[in-house]
């Protein structure tokens, strides 16, 4: 089969919408999503260890202040660590 590249013709007819798709305006920001019953119950039921949200909250005072600093070869080797635990080594 060979298409001759001198016939062009539009996939589809182009057609002016007819219905808005939202009311809103970019101003407003996205959609609210609301959880359902189990999600809700679920984040409420285990809420974070104190030392773990101390380290979360440290962490977030030093995002701020400009001074977190990543360990690089760290970051690597829990990377490689995370996809030989999701499909082995290759």
Not at 23 to 50: H, I, Q, W
Request: aromatic share 2%.
């Amino acid at each position: 089969m060979r298409i001759d590249p001198t016939t062009i013709v539009p996939i589809s007819e182009g057609r002016p919408r007819t219905t808005v798709a939202t009311n809103r305006t970019p101003a407003e920001g996205a959609s609210v999503v609301r959880l359902g019953e189990e999600a809700t119950a679920a984040a409420a039921a285990s809420p974070l260890e104190p030392e773990v949200a101390a380290r979360i909250s440290r962490v977030r005072e030093l995002l701020a202040a400009g001074e977190y600093e990543v360990d690089l070869d760290q970051l690597a080797e829990r990377i490689l660590d995370d996809d030989v635990a999701r499909g082995g080594e290759r």
